[in-house]
């Protein structure tokens, strides 16, 4: 068979085995109940029980009648399944129907053919049943509230890396629920449960299933895909992937009486589409009879067996790819970083997507993608180790070729059996597996230890002079950016950074290198064996619709980003993918451009300068004088203690499970911040270098980013339904605008392992903290920080006179001198701690911040004359003491010293 009619047979299997359930949805909105051919689906697909032979019994799991209906209804916008001969099932048309993709979707429940038992064994394995529990479970009623149950958000349930138990363990217990609603930004946070009537519940059901059918044929929903790209399995499948992420992301999976619903049907029918291609290429790769596998699926004889091939990547040198290689030209440094943070999920998406092409797999066999990292689910034949090992020297010949081997994507297989997926305590097994796995792998990049290895130094030849943008690597003759000697790597960086600043070129489109058009935006490197395309709307992208019929066109990426509206559907027709971020444009307010005065000219709409947004948080006076440090914030965190989040989040451990909470933690950073930054004013100076996965790294101006730090923290806190046991830590830098941002990466690096590094009386690791200004509080005491900064502004106000440098009430060299009266009380405090320095007039503090501030406030008012004056004078006095003295310098000395640096940067001329 031809790879390209065996990949498009298996992204069959996997469209039967992803919308096997797809009746769930049709069943909830009352899409077909007056469709006369329901109650004959019943007999054909739904599983009938009684008690004795006069017994009329009942229907279970009636959604499979409904699943039949909605694929007849989504047939005229998928690829050709009718006239055609889709291998490997029956056309649809035809009059043999008994192995129709529609049949091998709807009979997961009452399965006879091979086919069958390929969709309803991968069903099984993803929802983690054992032979007893599914038999239980496909004999089940449906729950009475299973049209107005919503999916519990398992976040909340988690008790904390040391925990021996859940926080919750009754489902009434919970106190939120995912929004029922198609995906967008608002759509991800969790909100209180409440209940809900039957029509209210059919109702939102309705809307989704709108929202996929499209009310309107060509105009939304699944019409919405260009119809040139039905002629390319692959290609549509990856948009559909997008569409039904977006309807089914918060449709509970589990309907049946008994169930808990705390799996979404999107995870849900991810993971069974993985596993049944996997499964129906591991036998037709074999020459299997398909009699004896659906028998022995039927009786799990061969569970045991290792039918899975589990292909994990992982991006080597991150950090170093991102931040390292030392430039002699700030020219283009904010374009080139984010460009660099985008190359980054790029090579990784072009990294597994050249795993599926060469394994003939279907883009849903990608279960994981985040960071930098993925997870694959492949046949573990011969065939596929084979492949995977000529991807794997692929991509090792390319980083060797282009990066001197700096960097890497390491490959790493593992196999696994069904029964590894559903066994008590196995799958928890293959996640060990995955990771030692994937170390190994790292520590092999290159094959540098094998008889083949290549030589360990490495030819360098630079007869041009080193790339001006990163002097690790060469120029390239004849290539230069702006006049600057550069590498095709790093003007590919560059590029792709100016194109992802420009809202009009939100798509990629990834072609083959032997069959790439030539356009503008095409970047200059082959990137193992594919070429990419910067481009902009639908019609542009339109234009190449041969490319798309003839296979030359792989993926199309929509990049755009979620705006202002919280609840706008990011669904356009394309397959969303996470590489574009919110970085920080000119606009059309003069008077905030005054800030930018002597620097270069930004036009509106084009990305601002680290230089332009340096400025961004000076102060325009009254008399014109702009005020304030001018310097950048960075902010650098993760996600406190992730593995144990994966490891011992409670309930049993199933494929679905883990790749939902996958899915979550990572659509926190790639589709709730970028909306946070685009609907807050004072968010949208912001850089976004990256976030996704579990950490994320922020450029800006100091204040800005020091304040979307706690707004950051509080947003998180919502997303994990409020659960103190999940958090993240952050550490935070300021520089000048021209400092090498690698240094100033090391500086955030630094002050987040300082956050990390929290612990309480007893040494033990509190995390949850934000380090900052040389400080650590952790964020359950941020409160103090802003209560220090309201006192400090207080007194700035209108408290005290004084001369034209003191109007504001407090001086900058009284501001300096309670910062020193803060070090003394902190080396106090830290006397016993290892090292410390020990300074006996510390002990003095006090007496010398009582001395200091009765001195100023006499140099600013005067000598009291009178009574009155005096008593005034006191009040004022005992107020700076109450305030900066009990309050500030003894109670939170930590919080009071942020809050010191934060009014002294923002009032520095």
């Known amino acids: 068979m031809k790879r390209g009619d065996l990949h498009d047979a298996s992204c069959r299997v996997a469209f039967a085995a992803f919308l096997h359930d797809v009746g769930k949805l049709a069943q909830r909105a009352k899409a077909f109940d007056a469709d ?32 039949a209906l909605a694929l007849d209804a989504l047939e005229p916008h998928l690829p050709e399944l009718l006239s055609a001969d889709p291998f490997p099932f029956a056309p649809m048309a035809s009059a043999n129907v ?101 029509a209210e519940a059919t109702a939102e059901y309705r809307k989704l299933w709108e929202q996929l059918a499209g009310v309107e044929a060509e105009q939304s929903g699944v019409g919405l895909i260009p119809m040139s790209h039905r002629r390319q399995w692959p290609l549509w499948l990856d948009h559909f992937d997008t569409l039904w992420l977006t309807v089914a992301h918060a449709i509970p999976a589990a309907s049946a009486f008994g169930t808990r619903p705390d799996v979404s049907l999107y995870d ?33 004889s061969d569970w045991d067996t290792p039918k899975f091939l589990l292909v994990q990547g992982d991006f080597t040198g991150i950090q170093q790819f991102v931040f390292g290689g030392a430039a002699e030209t700030q020219r283009k440094a904010a374009r080139l970083l984010r460009g660099r943070s985008a190359m980054v999920s790029l090579l990784t998406e072009l990294a597994a997507l050249a795993v599926l092409d060469e394994l003939a797999l279907p883009p849903t066999s990608q279960i994981v993608n985040a960071a930098g990292k993925f997870l694959i689910v492949a046949p573990n034949t011969s065939a596929a180790q084979e492949a995977v090992a000529r991807v794997r020297t692929r991509l090792d010949d390319w980083f060797l070729a282009q990066t001197f081997g700096l960097f890497g994507i390491a490959l790493a297989t593992t196999e696994a059996s069904a029964d590894d997926f559903v066994a008590e305590g196995q799958f928890a097994k293959v996640q060990e597996r995955l990771w030692a796995a994937l170390e ?54 560059i590029a792709l950074g100016e194109a992802l600043a420009r809202p009009e070129d939100r798509r990629l489109l990834v072609f083959r290198a032997d069959g790439a058009p030539d356009a503008a935006g095409l970047l200059r490197l082959d990137y193992f064996g594919y070429r990419v395309l910067a481009t902009g709307s639908a019609e542009a992208t339109g234009n190449f619709g041969e490319f798309a019929a003839d296979g030359r066109l792989r993926r199309a990426f929509d990049l755009s980003l979620p705006g202002a509206d919280a609840a706008a559907v990011p669904w356009h027709g394309y397959s969303r993918r996470a590489i574009a971020a ?99 004013p004072a968010f949208r100076t912001i850089y976004t270098v990256f976030a996704g996965g579990d950490d994320f790294f922020f450029i800006g101006p100091w204040r800005t980013v020091r304040r979307f730090a706690q707004a950051l923290r509080e947003d998180f806190r919502r997303y994990v339904a409020d659960n103190p046991a999940i958090h993240f830590s952050a550490g935070y830098a300021m520089a000048k605008p021209g400092f090498p941002v690698r240094q100033l ?43 220090m900064m309201d006192r400090i502004s207080h007194h700035l106000g209108d408290e005290l006179g004084g001369d034209d440098r003191e109007r504001d009430g407090l001086s900058s060299g009284y501001l300096y001198s309670l910062l020193r009266f803060a070090e003394m009380k902190r080396r106090l405090e830290a006397r016993r701690e290892p090292n410390a320095r020990i300074r006996p007039a510390d002990a003095l503090w006090r007496s010398h911040f009582f001395y200091q501030t009765r001195r100023f406030v006499e140099r600013v008012h005067g000598r009291a004359r009178d009574e009155a004056a005096r008593e005034q004078q006191e009040q004022v006095v005992q107020k700076m003491i109450q305030d900066f003295g009990h309050e500030g310098l003894s109670r939170s000395v930590e919080a009071f010293r942020i809050a010191l640096f934060d009014q002294l940067y923002a009032r520095r001329d």
Request: proline share 7%.
């Open 745 to 787: 990466a090391e500086a955030a690096e630094e002050a987040l392992e300082r956050a990390k590094g929290r612990r309480d009386a007893d040494e033990k690791p509190l995390k949850d903290a934000f380090a900052l200004y040389d400080s650590v509080i952790g964020w359950s005491d941020w409160g103090r920080v802003e209560e």
């Open 98 to 198: 008994t192995d129709s993709v529609v049949n091998a979707a709807a009979a997961h429940h009452k399965p006879e053919t091979f086919l069958q038992w390929v969709v309803a064994t991968a069903d099984r394995i993803a929802s983690g049943f054992e032979r007893e529990a599914w038999t239980k479970y496909n004999q089940a009623k449906e729950r009475d509230d299973f049209r107005t149950a919503r999916l519990l958000v398992r976040f909340e349930e988690y008790g904390g890396p040391e925990a021996l138990s859940a926080r919750v363990t009754r489902e009434d217990d919970f106190r939120f629920r995912y929004p029922l609603k198609p995906l967008s930004p608002a759509a991800l946070m969790p909100e209180p449960k409440r209940p809900r009537t039957e």
């Open 268 to 300: 849900h029918s991810k993971a069974v589409a993985a596993l049944a291609a996997a499964i129906w290429r591991f036998h037709h790769e074999r020459g299997d009879d398909p009699s004896a596998v659906a028998e022995a699926l039927k009786e799990r």
């Open 36 to 67: 006369p051919r329901r109650e004959a689906n019943q007999q054909l697909y739904c599983p009938h029980h009684r008690a004795h032979a006069q017994d009329p019994g009942y229907f279970t799991h009636l959604h499979a009648a409904d699943t």
């Open 582 to 680: 919110h970085v920080p444009v000119a606009g059309h307010d003069p008077e905030a451009n005054r800030r930018f005065d002597g620097l270069e000219r930004v036009e509106p709409g084009r990305l601002l300068t680290f230089e332009h947004l340096a400025r961004c948080d000076q102060l325009i006076r009254a008399d014109a004088r702009v005020v304030g440090v001018e310097a950048l914030g960075v902010l650098k965190g993760d996600i406190d203690d992730l593995g144990a989040l994966f490891l011992k989040m409670p309930g049993k451990p199933t494929f679905a499970r883990y790749a939902e909470l996958s899915r979550r933690v990572n659509a926190f950073f790639t589709l709730w911040v970028p909306h946070r930054l685009a609907a807050e």
């Open 440 to 493: 190994t792998a790292k520590r092999h990049l290159f094959a540098m230890a094998g008889p083949d290895a290549p030589a360990p130094v490495r030819a360098a030849d630079f007869p041009a002079g080193a790339c001006r943008f990163d002097g690790r690597l060469p120029a390239e003759a004849g290539l230069a950016v702006d006049g600057e000697p550069a590498h095709p790597l790093s003007a590919d960086a």
